[in-house]
Every structure is written in structure tokens, then in C-alpha cells.
């Protein structure tokens, strides 16, 4: 009877045009993921159940991303541009001092006000240098994952330390951090799966369910189990390096997904959940991954580091089976969300910050528009502060700490470089200042090396200095990002130009980068710096 009046309900929304009420909602993130290793682009890496969900749900052609994972994460969390939330700066490295503020209202933090039942699993990368950075403190209920930006598959530490939680509040309230060093030599991807499954089938039925599922896949190291290696990547090239590997991660990760969907079907819930799936970045350029057609890559403002492979999958989309070209942002989640569980932000004590997304329900589910601009990213080192300070915190001495580069990928390029300012305005792209330049993936190599330096090489079109200066690319003729046209279109250029003070308005003074080596402990990883 509850299924039936829950139909009738459900068609009566699709009738009315109405939004769903409060539906389940299920965030699925992939990790460092090329913008072509699905194979509904036409790739060899098996993903039946990546394909058959975005077959028959609504690809998301033009969903813009961070060019790396901190940032990314942190913009979907709070639905505001990395200018704001301090993460234009790039990703959180080990045992650094900061992390997404605790003014920032997150997904889990407004869905929870809202009456769901909110768990995470995976990656957080959000800061953890202080206990009240970390997710379970952030509005999740549960969660099981990881505070840093990389671990080993089966290991589960980062430099020698162990960083896989169970973090709960147990039956009296109280916060509770289980750091599993018994599950060591299970594959994560696998918990993942297995904790996503649980998490669905042991929800509070009374309350409707927010999941956030961010897998570590593919992001390296290159772990896979070796019989699944010969199950899902037999057929892939041994050429480049680890490419077998890295398809074999992202297979293991299809094949979870489609046990969560197995899942939410046999709890019937499936008719009145959204399920969104994205990448948090292109694959690293000149690697194992594959962007193409794209130029770029992660670390990159160019289409390949930003343009996520995407797409939305739900029985309450009006029109599915189709590519949407519309424009749309990471940071247009949580104000999408907000609509969907009828959160009034001026009822609860906590202000809300301004949200830089847009609501794009009528978007992804009606193929209506809904923006025409979307900024990649604007760095400007006068807005860093060397400050000993931290935000709700006390002052403390800290030692110098040698920098831990590129252990584990999520850290491979100093992100000190100059400043710029990289937006798309309709149909064109506009980079101005000094930034990193990649070239392009052919449909058949992948073994490029990537190209980050300041040589004469005409990469960026026309010659000079590649990586400064201003250039403009119109993406409707040019997806591939080949010809510079500022010289040939002066007037677009001069009205992209003058958005900047605006942006620069909306910009927050950062911290100079701080590390410890604190954080460390007794084979595990913990918070290290005392809230006041």
C-alpha cells in the first residue's frame, strides 16, 4: 500500500511539473578519472554499469569541475567557487593546516537540518587538522573512508600511517573514531562498495537517505587485485605503463555501482532516488588515463582537467535517454539539493554563506537553461596572508616540515605558480595571466609527457611564451582548445576582462601554506591542532 500511494504520489509531481519532495539521493564521485575511459565514449575500459545508468539517464556533456581534488570537493560540499572557500590555492598536501572552513555550511551539514539521514564513504580531502574538519563533524551521520587525499588500496596508510576511519556517534551521542587497522589487505574499493550496500540496506527507513560514495578510483597508487586485472583488462594494451591497472580500478568501481543500484531496487526506493555521478577531475595528463578528445588535463584549466565525465540517473528525470549540453558547475549541487529538500537557510542558526550554484533541477531533468558562465578558477597571491592565525583557532608555534611530493599523485606540481584568472562565458574560454599549459591525448597514445613549462613552443597558438598572456578560444568550433581568437574577436575578450573585479570582490585572503609533523602517531593518522 505505501509503494502504491508512493507511486501515485511520484507520477503526480511528474505530472505537475513539480520538483520530487525530499527524494533519496546518492553522490557517486570518481577519482582523477579520464574525461574517455567510459565506454559510452567509445572507450575499451569495461563500465556496463556506468553506461547502462547514463544510457538511460541524462549525460551531462558540459559539467565543469575543479582541475584537482581538494578543490573539487570542497566547491560541491559548500556550492561555492574555490575563490570563496580558499581552495583556489590548490589541494590540501599531508599534515597541512587548513581545510574548508567551519562557517561553510556543507551538503550533508543542510541535508541533515532537512531530516535525512546522511552517510559518507571514501575520500573526504577537506582538511582534518583539527577534529571539527573532519566529515563525521561536518553533518555526515557515519563515516567510513578516509580524512587525507590518497592511501593504499590494500594498505590503507600514506607515508607508513594508516588513515582508514569508521567514525559514528554511538547510542549516546558520543563521537566515536575507529581507525580499522584490521581490514589492512582488503581491497577499498571493495569496503567502499560493501559499506555503500550496508549503508542502504541499515538506513533509518523513516528518513529519506543522502550517500556519499567518493571513491579513491582510479586514483594512484596502482593497486589492483591481480585476478581482476586478468577478469577486466586481459584485452587492454600493456602500453602505456599501469594502463591495465587503471582500468581494472575503474572496473572494480563500475561493478560497485551496480551493486548499489541492485541495492537501492531491492529496498524499493530506486522510483524516488537521484543518483549524480562525476569525476572530480580529468586523468593526469601524458599518463594511464585518457581525455581525449579533450586537451589537458588534472592540474590543468584547459577542457580536459575540467570537464568532468558526468550524469544523473533517476525514474524522477522528466526526459532521460539523451546528452545535455547545457552549462553546469560542481557548485550547482548543493543548491540543487537545498531545492529538493525544501531547506529555508534563514530558519536555522547557522548563517548560510552566499551559494555560488545555481538550482539545475529543470536543467537535468527538463533540458532547460539555466547559466551561460562558469569560472574555472582566478589566482591571485596578493590575497595570501602570512599569518600565523587559524580561523576559530589558537595561535601556536609551528616547526618547518619538509614538503612530502608526489608520493601519491595528489600533490605531483607545486600549484605556486603565477597569477590568472581562467573563465567560459558562453561559448568562449578566456585565460588570462600565467598558467599551466598541457597539449592533447591522441585517440591512441596516452604516453605524452605533460608539458608544464614556460618554452617558446606555440602550444598556446600564435607563439610567444607559452602559458601567459591572454587567450580566447571559442569552444563551439574549437572543443579541442587549438586557436587562439583574441585578436580576432577584441570585443569579447574587453567584456570577459571586466568580469574580474567582480570576482575579485567575492575573493577570500588566504593563509600562507603551514605544515606539521604532527599528525602522525602510532602507525595512524590523527588531528593534531586543539579547537579553542
Given at each position: 500500500?505505501?509503494?502504491?500511494?508512493?507511486?501515485?504520489?511520484?507520477?503526480?509531481?511528474?505530472?505537475?511539473?513539480?520538483?520530487?519532495?525530499?527524494?533519496?539521493?546518492?553522490?557517486?564521485?570518481?577519482?582523477?578519472?579520464?574525461?574517455?575511459?567510459?565506454?559510452?565514449?567509445?572507450?575499451?575500459?569495461?563500465?556496463?554499469?556506468?553506461?547502462?545508468?547514463?544510457?538511460?539517464?541524462?549525460?551531462?556533456?558540459?559539467?565543469?569541475?575543479?582541475?584537482?581534488?581538494?578543490?573539487?570537493?570542497?566547491?560541491?560540499?559548500?556550492?561555492?567557487?574555490?575563490?570563496?572557500?580558499?581552495?583556489?590555492?590548490?589541494?590540501?598536501?599531508?599534515?597541512?593546516?587548513?581545510?574548508?572552513?567551519?562557517?561553510?555550511?556543507?551538503?550533508?551539514?543542510?541535508?541533515?537540518?532537512?531530516?535525512?539521514?546522511?552517510?559518507?564513504?571514501?575520500?573526504?580531502?577537506?582538511?582534518?587538522?583539527?577534529?571539527?574538519?573532519?566529515?563525521?563533524?561536518?553533518?555526515?551521520?557515519?563515516?567510513?573512508?578516509?580524512?587525507?587525499?590518497?592511501?593504499?588500496?590494500?594498505?590503507?596508510?600514506?607515508?607508513?600511517?594508516?588513515?582508514?576511519?569508521?567514525?559514528?556517534?554511538?547510542?549516546?551521542?558520543?563521537?566515536?573514531?575507529?581507525?580499522?587497522?584490521?581490514?589492512?589487505?582488503?581491497?577499498?574499493?571493495?569496503?567502499?562498495?560493501?559499506?555503500?550496500?550496508?549503508?542502504?540496506?541499515?538506513?533509518?527507513?523513516?528518513k529519506p537517505l543522502f550517500l556519499y560514495l567518493s571513491y579513491t578510483a582510479p586514483h594512484s597508487p596502482n593497486d589492483a587485485p591481480a585476478d581482476e586485472v586478468?577478469?577486466?583488462?586481459?584485452?587492454?594494451?600493456?602500453?602505456?605503463?599501469?594502463?591495465?591497472?587503471?582500468?581494472?580500478?575503474?572496473?572494480?568501481?563500475?561493478?560497485?555501482?551496480?551493486?548499489?543500484?541492485?541495492?537501492?531496487?531491492?529496498?524499493?526506493?530506486?522510483?524516488?532516488?537521484l543518483i549524480v555521478f562525476t569525476a572530480d577531475n580529468g586523468a593526469v595528463y601524458g599518463n594511464k588515463g585518457s581525455n581525449y578528445p579533450l586537451r589537458g588535463?588534472?592540474?590543468?584549466?584547459?577542457?580536459?582537467?575540467?570537464?568532468?565525465?558526468?550524469?544523473?540517473?533517476?525514474?524522477?528525470?522528466?526526459?532521460?535517454?539523451?546528452?545535455?549540453?547545457?552549462?553546469?558547475?560542481?557548485?550547482?549541487?548543493?543548491?540543487?539539493?537545498?531545492?529538493?529538500?525544501?531547506?529555508?537557510?534563514?530558519?536555522?542558526?547557522?548563517?548560510?554563506?552566499?551559494?555560488?550554484?545555481?538550482?539545475?533541477?529543470?536543467?537535468?531533468?527538463?533540458?532547460?537553461?539555466?547559466?551561460?558562465?562558469?569560472?574555472?578558477?582566478?589566482?591571485?597571491?596578493?590575497?595570501?596572508?602570512?599569518?600565523?592565525?587559524?580561523?576559530?583557532?589558537?595561535?601556536?608555534?609551528?616547526?618547518?616540515?619538509?614538503?612530502?611530493?608526489?608520493?601519491?599523485?595528489?600533490?605531483?606540481?607545486?600549484?605556486?605558480?603565477?597569477?590568472?584568472?581562467?573563465?567560459?562565458?558562453?561559448?568562449?574560454?578566456?585565460?588570462?595571466?600565467?598558467?599551466?599549459?598541457?597539449?592533447?591525448?591522441?585517440?591512441?597514445?596516452?604516453?605524452?609527457?605533460?608539458?608544464?613549462?614556460?618554452?617558446?613552443?606555440?602550444?598556446?597558438?600564435?607563439?610567444?611564451?607559452?602559458?601567459?598572456?591572454?587567450?580566447?578560444?571559442?569552444?563551439?568550433?574549437?572543443?579541442?582548445?587549438?586557436?587562439?581568437?583574441?585578436?580576432?574577436?577584441?570585443?569579447?575578450?574587453?567584456?570577459?576582462?571586466?568580469?574580474?573585479?567582480?570576482?575579485?570582490?567575492?575573493?577570500?585572503?588566504?593563509?600562507?601554506?603551514?605544515?606539521?609533523?604532527?599528525?602522525?602517531?602510532?602507525?595512524?593518522?590523527?588531528?593534531?591542532?586543539?579547537?579553542?
Amino acid at each position: 500500500m505505501k509503494l502504491l500511494l508512493l507511486t501515485i504520489l511520484l507520477l503526480a509531481q511528474y505530472v505537475e511539473g513539480k520538483a520530487p519532495t525530499q527524494p533519496n539521493i546518492v553522490m557517486i564521485l570518481a577519482d582523477d578519472m579520464g574525461y574517455q575511459d567510459v565506454g559510452f565514449r567509445g572507450s575499451n575500459i569495461l563500465t556496463p554499469n556506468i553506461d547502462k545508468l547514463a544510457k538511460e539517464g541524462v549525460i551531462l556533456e558540459n559539467h565543469y569541475v575543479m582541475p584537482q581534488c581538494s578543490p573539487t570537493r570542497a566547491s560541491l560540499l559548500s556550492g561555492r567557487h574555490a575563490i570563496r572557500t580558499g581552495f583556489w590555492k590548490g589541494n590540501i598536501k599531508p599534515n597541512e593546516e587548513w581545510g574548508l572552513r567551519l562557517n561553510e555550511t556543507t551538503i550533508p551539514e543542510m541535508l541533515k537540518r532537512n531530516g535525512y539521514s546522511t552517510h559518507g564513504i571514501g575520500k573526504w580531502h577537506c582538511g582534518m587538522y583539527t577534529w571539527d574538519h573532519t566529515p563525521a563533524k561536518r553533518g555526515f551521520d557515519t563515516y567510513f573512508g578516509l580524512y587525507l587525499g590518497a592511501q593504499g588500496y590494500f594498505s590503507h596508510k600514506r607515508s607508513g600511517h594508516v588513515d582508514l576511519r569508521d567514525d559514528y556517534y554511538d547510542k549516546d551521542g558520543k563521537f566515536v573514531d575507529d581507525v580499522r587497522v584490521d581490514l589492512q589487505g582488503n581491497y577499498s574499493t571493495y569496503l567502499y562498495t560493501d559499506r555503500a550496500v550496508e549503508s542502504i540496506q541499515t538506513r533509518d527507513k523513516s528518513k529519506p537517505l543522502f550517500l556519499y560514495l567518493s571513491y579513491t578510483a582510479p586514483h594512484s597508487p596502482n593497486d589492483a587485485p591481480a585476478d581482476e586485472v586478468e577478469r577486466f583488462a586481459s584485452h587492454i594494451p600493456s602500453t602505456p605503463k599501469h594502463r591495465k591497472k587503471y582500468a581494472t580500478q575503474i572496473s572494480i568501481m563500475d561493478e560497485g555501482i551496480g551493486k548499489v543500484v541492485e541495492t537501492l531496487k531491492a529496498e524499493n526506493i530506486l522510483d524516488n532516488t537521484l543518483i549524480v555521478f562525476t569525476a572530480d577531475n580529468g586523468a593526469v595528463y601524458g599518463n594511464k588515463g585518457s581525455n581525449y578528445p579533450l586537451r589537458g588535463g588534472k592540474q590543468s584549466l584547459f577542457e580536459g582537467g575540467v570537464r568532468a565525465v558526468s550524469f544523473v540517473s533517476s525514474p524522477l528525470l522528466k526526459k532521460t535517454g539523451y546528452t545535455n549540453t547545457n552549462l553546469h558547475h560542481v557548485t550547482d549541487w548543493y543548491a540543487t539539493f537545498q531545492k529538493l529538500a525544501g531547506d529555508k537557510p534563514s530558519q536555522h542558526s547557522k548563517p548560510q554563506l552566499p551559494v555560488d550554484g545555481v538550482d539545475i533541477w529543470e536543467s537535468v531533468s527538463d533540458n532547460q537553461p539555466c547559466r551561460d558562465e562558469v569560472l574555472m578558477n582566478f589566482r591571485d597571491h596578493s590575497m595570501i596572508q602570512d599569518s600565523s592565525e587559524h580561523e576559530f583557532l589558537a595561535k601556536r608555534e609551528r616547526p618547518e616540515v619538509e614538503e612530502e611530493l608526489g608520493e601519491l599523485g595528489d600533490d605531483e606540481f607545486s600549484d605556486d605558480d603565477g597569477d590568472f584568472f581562467v573563465i567560459r562565458w558562453k561559448d568562449w574560454k578566456l585565460f588570462t595571466g600565467t598558467y599551466k599549459v598541457q597539449a592533447w591525448t591522441s585517440k591512441n597514445s596516452l604516453g605524452t609527457a605533460a608539458k608544464f613549462d614556460r618554452s617558446d613552443d606555440g602550444l598556446m597558438g600564435g607563439g610567444g611564451k607559452a602559458g601567459s598572456g591572454t587567450k580566447l578560444f571559442d569552444l563551439s568550433a574549437d572543443p579541442r582548445e587549438e586557436t587562439d581568437v583574441a585578436d580576432k574577436y577584441p570585443d569579447v575578450v574587453k567584456t570577459i576582462l571586466e568580469k574580474i573585479p567582480g570576482y575579485k570582490k567575492k575573493m577570500t585572503k588566504i593563509n600562507k601554506r603551514t605544515r606539521s609533523s604532527e599528525g602522525k602517531r602510532d602507525g595512524k593518522w590523527y588531528p593534531w591542532v586543539k579547537n579553542l
